[in-house]
T-cell receptor, first 113, second 113 residues
Framework: GENVEQHPSTLSVQEGDSAVIKCTYS??????FPWYKQELGKRPQLIID?????GEKKDQRIAVTLNKTAKHFSLHITETQPEDSAVYFC????????????FGTGTRLTIIP | NAGVTQTPKFQVLKTGQSMTLQCAQD?????MSWYRQDPGMGLRLIHY???????DQGEVPNGYNVSRSTTEDFPLRLLSAAPSQTSVYFC????????????FGNGTRLTVT
């Protein structure tokens, strides 16, 4: 089955700086790569996703890049704010959907005011 | 819409006891799934269903059963609870198709003593 590795497990950045979280996947047939944010004590929520036919996608301060050859994808958050503090999960699946979505182990991001 | 409703929120079981975690969604989603969340291990897929009458195993199915008799409900049964099943359990649903978010419930925190 699919295996998704995520690094780093914890990340602290100064408010206003950028944060980058990286994931690698094992199954070259995977074609859908969402990112979920989980605030303390709450449920995970989708923040951005990318499909395998796209190399980069942006949504305001958040961007995701995908390198299919190397089988890795990254989340970039610019101009970080205190409300960005949360656990972020990358994930991968086939069929461009949520069926059998495999998650990484998560990155705890802390924004230092 | 209530979204995805999980009950109970908290549960303590003794080793060997059985119980059912309930999950219901009112969004007419075809896809439903159960994940467990453990520290440092991310979200791991237990079982999933692509529609009423259809279920399949995920990454960690041992010790759990599911059924999908209706579109709305997807209960998770623990047959004989073990301390290794102490975890936070999330039910999640989505429509089939690409780029559509998984809607998570609020989770059930289960402790097995």
């Amino acid at each position: 089955g699919e295996n998704v590795e995520q690094h780093p497990s914890t990340l602290s950045v100064q408010e206003g700086d950028s944060a980058v979280i990286k994931c690698t996947y094992s199954d070259s047939a995977s074609n859908y790569f969402p990112w979920y944010k989980q605030e303390l004590g709450k449920r995970p929520q989708l923040i951005i996703d990318i499909r395998s036919n796209v190399g980069e996608k942006k949504d305001q301060r958040i961007a995701v890049t995908l390198n299919k050859t190397a089988k890795h994808f990254s989340l970039h958050i610019t101009e970080t704010q205190p409300e960005d503090s949360a656990v972020y999960f990358c994930a991968a699946s086939k069929n461009f959907g949520n069926e059998k979505l495999t998650f990484g182990t998560g990155t705890r991001l802390t924004i230092i005011p | 819409n209530a979204g995805v409703t999980q009950t109970p929120k908290f549960q303590v079981l003794k080793t060997g006891q059985s119980m059912t975690l309930q999950c219901a969604q009112d969004m007419n989603h075809e896809y439903m799934s159960w994940y467990r969340q453990d520290p440092g291990m991310g979200l791991r897929l237990i079982h999933y269903s692509v529609g009423a009458g259809i279920t399949d195993q995920g990454e960690v199915p041992n010790g759990y059963n599911v059924s999908r008799s209706t579109t709305e409900d997807f209960p998770l049964r623990l047959l004989s609870a073990a301390p290794s099943q102490t975890s936070v359990y999330f039910c999640a649903s989505s429509p089939t198709g690409t780029g559509l978010p998984l809607h998570f419930g609020n989770g059930t925190r289960l402790t097995v003593t």
